[in-house]
Nanobody, 120 residues
Framework: QVQVVESGGGLAQPGGSLRLSCAAS????????MAWYRQAPGKERELVAG???????NYTDSVKGRFTIVRDNTPNTVYLQMNSLKPEDTAVYYC??????????????WGQGTRVTVSS
């Protein structure tokens, strides 16, 4: 009942930038939070950045000062601006949206992931 779609991944050189986009759609009444996670080969999925309905944000330490999560004017859309990319940022990035459906139940939805590769 909730679809989450990511876009914007690709190849970047070390020190470069990419912007990921995430859009949630469906029978959404409200979104309490949206977040970006990533999973590198052989590693567990980790939280990268999150933004709550009141626009408070949080970041994992390794991306602080380099990544910024922002809410777009388009409803239910967030971006992850990634600057000063490092090879260790290489991973599949997943978007998560959590909130309440129009029928009142809670949801926690994931996108299919978008691959980011940082390499020279």
């Amino acid at each position: 009942q909730v679809q989450v779609v990511e876009s914007g991944g690709g190849l970047a050189q070390p020190g470069g930038s990419l912007r990921l986009s995430c859009a949630a759609s469906g029978s959404i009444f409200s979104i309490n939070a949206m977040a970006w996670y990533r999973q590198a080969p052989g590693k567990e999925r980790e939280l990268v950045a999150g933004i709550r309905s009141g626009s408070s944000t949080n970041y994992t330490d390794s991306v602080k000062g380099r990544f910024t999560i922002v809410r777009d004017n388009t409803p239910n859309t967030v971006y992850l601006q990634m600057n000063s990319l490092k090879p260790e940022d290489t991973a599949v990035y997943y978007c998560n949206a959590a909130g309440r459906l129009r029928i009142g139940t809670l949801y926690d939805a994931w996108g299919q992931g978008t691959r980011v590769t940082v390499s020279s």
